[in-house]
């Protein structure tokens, strides 16, 4: 069993037989997060992750900045009059922009920031749920929420790695799939958690 970032090391070149790839470990580790945020077929993302962000929409605006960590949303609500109303996503070409001062429905993320469909026609409090990222394994923070829960998820990132960096293309593939499908796995699992946190009725606003 996998627990702390030299137990990781230490598997990593047992299982490539390569001690002398020890040095090179903390870059394969880096590799592996890094793919683990972004990579061809689905993100990481852990329950330890997901955040929560409270800002003001000012009145006279229709634009608000991402919050620090933000990788993507998972609800967005505006409050109006006492009441939180779920706003709803539109991409950036689907948006259509309102002429008058209103109460925000739709948003979309553009350059960087949040672009609402209507300029806010007050102070309106707005909430966002959103997936954040995890802590970076190193020597100093030894271990983090992936690594206790899905150490697979990060051995087999660092393999793939490893033996790409060997030059050695059979097992390079085969961690690779394996990188994937335990990402695809600790998602599915991640997932049955939040619907145990997340079970409450959403009221939407019309204006």
Known sequence: MISNYQELVEQVADWTQRTDIVPR????????????????????????????STSTLTEGER???LPS??????KFEI??????????????????????PGVPVYYTVANGQFEFDATASEDFAVTLHY????????????????LENYPNVYLFGCLKYAFLMLHDDEPRIKHEINFL???????????????????????????
């Open 131 to 146: 997936h954040g990222s995890f802590e970076p394994l190193t020597k100093t923070n030894t271990t983090n929420y992936v």
């Open 63 to 65: 634009f608000l900045a």
């Open 79 to 100: 409050t109006v009059d006492g009441n939180q109303y779920e706003l709803k996503y539109r991409t950036p070409q689907q948006i259509d922009i309102r002429t008058q």
């Open 25 to 52: 470990i903390p870059s394969l580790i880096g590799l592996a997060e890094s793919e683990m945020r972004a990579n061809k077929r689905e993100p990481l993302r852990i329950l330890a992750g997901d955040k929560t």
């Open 181 to 207: 499908d335990a990402i695809e796995a600790a998602n599915a699992a991640e997932e049955d958690k939040r619907e145990g946190v997340n079970m409450e009725m959403e009221v939407e606003w019309h204006p």
């Open 69 to 74: 960590g933000y990788s993507k949303p998972q």
